[in-house]
């Protein structure tokens, strides 16, 4: 039977545009509902835009605009980013919704009657950017942490909550479930604060100060604070007390937060719902912060990221594979352009895009395009430990997912794509091609090749959706959502053979940073840009002739273990000799349409006269040639 499962992202300030920070959380949320709905939960997911406060009136002031102008128009800007970055919530909330309000008001009456709020005067030490009171304690030299600015001292007659009330249970709950707060570091940071006295909270502003608010039910002259207002989203969001949702999938909530608010998460939150004699949540995800090049991310610096850019230039996919594998949940990272380029060309274009094309490339060569029959028999020998080493990586996918470790998790399935690179190179499927008494076995080893990529494309699929299914649509496995079921992805041989294959696909290009471009240069782990060659102008470029060339022979060259010599079609035919043996046999080779440099001085190697290069990716000890996407006619000009 279905498990619910229910998750949350902070509700965004309207006062600045969304960032990457902001994508990274959600797209944390995003990935973990699909991981859940591959394990067969029924899932819910929910975020939003936080709206009242001093903050907004403020922005909103500044643009001209009326608070609710300014709302609308900011909150549209997260709304509608979310679908570009294939975040799939089920509802979009914001805090000037009609509903959460009546949500509010009822709270607050509720706590009210039960005599945990109350009336007092109080003066303190006032930070208009946070909209709160801060005591000496919580200052840094004075001044407030976040802002770094001096508080100013206001006297104010106010309504607080009894929160102090609540801290002996709340030190008991955290200590009783030891994952409540997650992971550990947030925990303790927690109960550490908890050792202090907790003081009661202020839960109003005067109307005299701030307008822009909830007004409270219980006195006329005052709005909410921002914090009692916006925590409750979790709840009126699922329709809070009575609707279905709530009933289904509040006992199972759980939150995504950065640690910039896991004080109202981890206390005044767990303590206002305690008063209102709710269920607390069940869990609380906290991770760290995106610096950019070691620095806080900020307007007045000038460094904020904007995911839609990164989007456009490196792919979704992409950009959603890099945020969850770089950043260790819970701990800091640094944003880095390089990083990025880096990890899209080592783990996505080599590691997983060259796997995928290779093996495809293989069935469509030696079988067809088809899915082939395995040998049952043969299977013994050439399983290797393939069956087993998917298993290994779902256990520990399993594992590391539903803690919010995605980075680990990933580790996992890469370290399962390094298993399938190097069951080809140890069963060498160009050898067994050669001998036709050894079809069994080819047939066998690519049956499992492709089984491998199956699995790889279920396990990728919270990450990367789009790359997951056209990976799918390449295996010959129809469009159906349970196939990315985890049941399905543990049983093995499962891929129907017969089955006729589309042709492949580049899943990543290579890219360089900032422009996108597809590169020529780094090879695998290598940082990129990596070439530290002189710039060039199109002039230089424009005088190499480039041509398409078809391979109409080829041979190895007598005691040269590297040398392989071709004849190559260029509408004129040349013979070219080329370092490339240990990675190709002439079989692999003919027919083949090649890109060669035509205009090269002629050279004698191995005394054989060479009459020009062909363009190959250099992979460490593997070299792989550049082929093209379609057959064109020999000579076709290559620009
Ligand atoms: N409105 C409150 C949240 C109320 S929830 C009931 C708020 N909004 S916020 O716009 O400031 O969002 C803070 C959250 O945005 C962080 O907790 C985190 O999820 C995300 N991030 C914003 N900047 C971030 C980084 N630089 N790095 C990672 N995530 C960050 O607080």
Redo the contacts with the bound molecule.
């Keep these: 039977m279905a498990t619910p499962f229910y998750i949350t992202?902070?509700?965004?300030?309207v006062n600045?545009r969304p960032?990457?920070?902001?994508a990274?959380?959600t797209i944390s949320a995003d990935v973990i509902r699909r991981y859940h709905e591959m394990v067969t939960d029924e899932t819910y997911f929910l975020t939003g835009t936080?709206e009242h406060g001093d903050k907004v009136m403020r922005a909103a002031k500044n643009e001209n605009l009326t608070p609710r102008e300014y709302v609308d128009k900011i909150s549209s800007l997260f709304k509608n980013l979310w679908p570009e970055l294939h975040i799939s919530n089920d509802q979009f909330i914001r805090t000037t919704d009609k509903n959460h309000i009546l949500v509010v008001k009822k709270i607050l009456q509720q706590i009210y009657d039960t005599g945990d709020i109350y009336y007092s005067e109080y003066e303190g030490q006032y930070c208009f950017g946070c909209e709160r009171f801060y005591t000496d304690r919580e200052l840094v030299n004075g001044k407030c942490p976040d802002h770094e600015t001096k508080p100013e001292i206001i006297k104010e007659a106010n309504y607080f909550f009894r929160m102090g009330k609540y801290q002996e249970w709340l030190i008991d709950h955290i200590q009783k479930h030891p994952d409540f707060i997650r992971p550990e570091r947030y925990k303790n940071e927690v109960l550490s604060f908890l050792k202090e006295p907790l003081d009661d909270l202020c839960i109003s502003r005067p109307k005299s100060r701030i307008t822009w608010g909830i007004t409270l039910p219980f006195d006329e002259n005052y709005v909410t604070y921002v914090?009692f207002d916006?925590?409750l989203?979790?709840i009126s969001g699922l329709g809070y007390p009575d609707g279905e949702l709530y009933t289904k999938y509040w006992p199972v909530s759980q939150h995504?937060?950065?640690k910039?608010?896991l004080k109202?998460?981890g206390i005044y939150w767990p303590t206002m719902l305690k008063a209102a004699g709710i269920p607390i949540f069940k869990h609380l995800n906290v991770?760290?912060?995106?610096?950019v090049d070691q620095s806080?991310?900020s307007k007045s610096l000038g460094n904020v990221i904007d995911p839609l850019e990164l989007k456009n230039v490196y792919g979704l996919d992409a950009f959603r594979y890099f945020l969850l594998r770089e950043m260790a949940f819970g701990l800091d990272s640094s944003f880095n352009e390089e990083a990025l380029v880096s990890r899209l060309n080592s783990d996505l274009a080599n590691d997983l895009g060259n796997l995928f094309s290779r093996v495809l490339a293989m069935a469509h060569k030696y079988f067809g395009g088809e899915v082939p029959d395995f040998d049952t028999d043969t299977e013994k020998d050439f399983d290797l430990g393939l069956e087993a080493h998917a298993g290994k990586a779902i256990a520990a996918y399993q594992e590391h997912m539903p803690q919010f470790a995605f980075h680990k998790a990933l580790v996992a399935v890469w370290e399962f794509i390094g298993e399938l690179n190097k069951y080809i190179d140890v069963t060498t499927p160009w050898v067994l091609a050669k001998n036709k008494t050894q079809r069994k076995q080819l047939e066998t080893v690519i049956y499992n090749l492709l089984e491998g990529l199956r699995v790889i494309s279920g396990l990728i699929y919270p990450v990367m959706p789009q790359t997951a299914e056209a990976m799918q649509k390449h295996l010959g496995i129809p469009p159906d959502k349970t196939f990315f079921k985890i049941q399905g992805l543990k049983k093995w041989k499962t891929l129907k053979p017969k089955t006729q294959l589309p042709k492949s696909i580049s899943l990543f290009p290579r890219v360089e940073a900032t422009t996108g471009t597809p590169a020529s240069g780094p090879t695998r782990n290598e940082k990129a840009p990596p070439s530290g060659k002189p710039e060039i102008t199109i002039d230089h470029f424009t005088d190499l002739d480039l041509r398409v060339g078809t391979i109409t022979h080829c041979e190895p060259v007598p005691r040269a273990k590297k040398l392989l010599k071709l004849e190559v079609d260029i509408g004129e035919k040349r013979t070219i000799v080329s370092g490339i043996a240990e990675s190709y046999t002439p079989d692999d080779l003919l027919g083949k349409q090649v890109i060669i440099i035509a205009n090269l001085k002629p050279a004698k190697l191995m005394g054989v006269k060479s009459e020009g290069m062909i363009l190959a990716a250099v992979d460490g000890e593997k070299v792989v040639v550049a082929t093209l996407d379609h057959t064109v006619a020999p000579g076709t000009k290559v620009s």
């Excluded at 991770?287 to 610096?291: E, K, V």
Aim: glycine letters at 6%.
């Design positions: 992202t902070p509700i965004y300030y600045a960032h990457l920070g902001h990274y959380t936080d914090w916006a925590l989203n979790y995504i937060i950065a910039d608010i109202p998460h991770h760290g912060y995106w610096n806080k991310m």
